[in-house]
């Protein structure tokens, strides 16, 4: 059975940092990645990492948040830096077998989400 349990959210004030941590188990994976969803806003990309491959970033977040990955036991992290009232939003990761990109539906798997507040 596979599973991505997340871990990490929480509050914390505009400026402040976060560390969202992602484990799967029940198989490997190429591609995982960190999704959010805003209030009343639609699902979005904000980071993958493939083994092999260079990490992708969504624009709003390159230079804030940095997705690393433990290929030993199949975890992802986001450390999340001077984070802003626009990045409150459940965040969810993601994993694909295959080659994954930026697209909701490139993901067949999805953990339960965790939520983030930055608020003063």
């Known amino acids: 059975q596979v599973q991505l349990v997340e871990s990490g959210g929480g509050l914390v004030q505009p400026g402040g940092s976060l560390r969202l941590s992602c484990a799967a188990s029940?198989?490997?994976?190429?591609?995982m990645a960190w999704f959010r969803q805003g209030p009343g806003k639609e699902r979005e990309f904000v980071a993958f990492s493939t083994r092999g491959r260079p990490t992708n970033y969504a624009d709003s977040v390159k230079g804030r948040f940095t997705i690393s990955r433990d290929n030993a036991d199949d975890t992802v992290s986001l450390q999340m830096n001077s984070l802003k009232p626009e990045d409150t939003a459940v965040y969810y990761c993601?994993?694909?077998?295959?080659?994954?990109?930026?697209?909701?539906?490139?993901?067949?798997?999805w953990g339960q989400g965790t939520q983030v507040t930055v608020s003063s």
């Open positions: 993601a994993a694909s077998r295959f080659f994954g990109g930026t697209s909701v539906s490139e993901y067949s798997y």
């Open positions: 029940g198989r490997t994976f190429i591609t």
